[in-house]
């Protein structure tokens, strides 16, 4: 069976774009809406691509802006890690041997409170 590629001519006078369409089928096809033709921009396509082209340099600011800020600040925060790592080294050896010395002050107290009573008893 072939294909037939034009509609059947008892299919010719029912669309409304035939003139030969009879009263009564025009009548039926009267409310069918007709496609809109494509509305074009008032404005010329070079501005929408400098629109476009603003808007994506604008986002890639952002961006680089953005990755910027996270670099520097965890630079920034190691560093800063770093140092109060090494700050608190620091005072827990500063602490040990001020206790050490406190330590050492009490017994030489103690000698010499000794000595004092050897010397009160001769």
């Known amino acids: 069976m072939a294909t037939q ?5 008892s ?3 029912r669309y409304p774009s035939n003139p030969e369409i009879p009263t009564p089928v ?14 074009f921009y008032e404005c010329n396509p070079m501005s929408q691509l400098e629109i476009r082209f603003e808007q ?8 680089i802006t953005e990755t910027i800020n996270r670099s ?7 560093a800063l890690t ?11 050896d500063l602490n040990s041997n001020v206790s050490k010395l406190n ?3 009490l017994n030489i107290k103690n000698s ?11």
Do not use: F
């Open 5 to 9: 590629r034009t509609p059947p001519k």
């Open 11 to 13: 299919d010719i006078n």
């Open 26 to 39: 025009a009548k039926e096809y009267a409310n069918i809406n007709t496609r809109n033709q494509k509305q």
């Open 56 to 63: 994506q340099l604008t986002t890639w600011d952002n961006k």
């Open 72 to 78: 520097i600040t965890t630079a920034i925060n190691s």
């Open 82 to 92: 770093q140092e109060l790592s090494k700050i608190t080294t620091a005072l827990s």
């Open 103 to 105: 330590k050492e002050t």
């Open 112 to 122: 010499v409170s000794e000595m004092g009573t050897r010397v009160q008893e001769i």
